[in-house]
């Protein structure tokens, strides 16, 4: 559950550190707080990537195959083409609309919440709620059948992997947009009450927006809408189950539920290995110089355990005040547009789970829980869990 140790020493020695690339020059690796914070809302660190994940692994498909498998979205745009596309998606995640789908969610939530009850015990929390149930909020949401869940999970795994060959991940990509292109036309000739539908009506009053950008953008709000909640959920689970059991507690206290929800976005950051930026002109950041064009890593499980801002930030706190200020949603321009309908999901799946299996406990030991490897986003490959009733 925690970073490693070099992260610590880091921060505290060198929080500006050379990096080296696989596929390049080096590199700067940041990893305090605020060095971090202030950097995600600096306009002079660029969001176009030269690369997919190149501080991870060396680029597989070049830029030029990049551009036509995937346009920019609002992860890999600069404004004014973020600013842009981000009103475009804004206008669709409002805050009537998340409290709108609210009970719904808890329909979704209780209806899963029963196939556990009914499923062969010790269960896998992650196959039978944690990912199904953000799954089929974001599929509603969207306008993607959840039908085609099977196959939306099978790309997704495949794009956050990184033990693809190239030719793996170029036939992930290609079939990925070519589905969405193909849900696109559907949703033209037959629009819903959905995300898609309504950037299509968007779309007939602006021509600048065009099918593939709304195929990368729904590739990302369906990526980021169910792998990122389900993980959250699954380490939330494991660190209220796990010595000294805090369930318990929270169970009692009903009113913690929000800080587990903040807290384990803090400790257990679910993007491991940070965000990464392209400098547009020269800058200097907590003193040191970088140059137009070097390459910067944000490291956000670093960030969120910084003891500058944090107190006692290796210790796993629901009751923390501060918790919320964590990086985990970014801060700034690209600040994460579904951080509602996360918390919203989150708070419905805990709260209910609480009620309904006051004595839910792990079947393993915490620390040989497995977990996704060769995977962008960090948690547990399967929660194994018993309770009485």
């Known amino acids: 559950m925690d970073p490693p140790e070099e992260f610590r020493c880091l921060r505290a020695e060198l929080p500006v550190a050379p990096l080296a690339f696989p596929d390049g020059p080096p590199g700067w690796l940041v990893t305090r707080y605020e060095d971090v914070r202030a950097a995600l809302a600096d306009p002079r660190l660029s969001s176009r990537r030269p690369h997919l994940n190149s501080h991870v692994r060396a680029s597989l498909i070049t830029p030029e195959e990049m551009a036509a498998l995937r346009p920019s979205d609002l992860l890999t745009s600069d404004p004014p083409e973020h600013t842009r596309l981000r009103r475009l998606v804004n206008g669709q995640f409002t805050t009537r609309r998340m409290n709108r789908l609210a009970p719904r ?25 944690a990912l199904p149930v953000p799954s089929l909020v974001i599929s509603e949401l969207l306008g993607v059948p959840f039908a ?24 992930s990509k290609a079939e990925m947009k070519a589905y969405l292109l193909g849900l696109i036309r559907i949703r033209r000739a037959e629009p819903a009450d959905d995300l898609l539908s309504g950037l299509l009506q968007t779309q007939a009053t ?18 980021a809408g169910h792998e990122t909640t389900a993980n959250v959920l699954g380490l939330a689970v494991l660190l209220l189950l796990r010595p000294p059991r805090l369930w318990d507690t929270v169970r009692r206290r009903p009113e913690l539920v929000d800080g587990v929800i903040e807290e384990t976005l803090r400790y257990a950051t679910v993007l491991q290995f940070g ?4 400098a547009r002109e020269p800058l200097t950041l907590a003193g040191q110089p970088i140059g137009a064009g070097e390459r910067v890593v944000l490291h956000l499980p670093a ?26 949603f970014g801060h700034g321009p690209h600040h994460c547009i579904g951080d509602q309908l996360a918390r919203i999901e989150l708070r419905t799946l805990l709260t ?6 006051p004595d839910l406990e792990l079947t393993t030991d915490p620390d040989e829980v497995p977990t996704h490897t060769h995977r962008v986003v960090h948690g547990p490959a399967r929660l194994l869990v018993d309770f009485t009733r």
């Open 105 to 129: 969610i808890q329909d979704i939530v209780d209806r899963h919440l029963d196939a556990l009850a009914a499923a062969p015990r010790p269960a896998d929390l992650m196959a039978t709620v």
């Open 148 to 171: 085609d869940r099977d196959r939306y999970q099978r790309l997704t795994a495949e794009l956050l992997s990184l033990d693809r060959t190239r030719d793996q991940l170029l036939a």
């Open 206 to 223: 602006d021509a600048t927006l065009t099918d593939d950008e709304i195929a990368a953008l729904a590739q990302l709000i369906l990526i």
């Open 275 to 278: 965000l990464l930026r392209v």
């Open 303 to 328: 960030a969120n355990r910084d003891p500058d801002r944090f107190a006692d930030p290796d210790r796993f706190d629901p009751d923390r005040p501060d918790a919320a200020r964590h990086l985990s």
């Open 352 to 357: 209910t789970m609480l009620h309904r299996f």
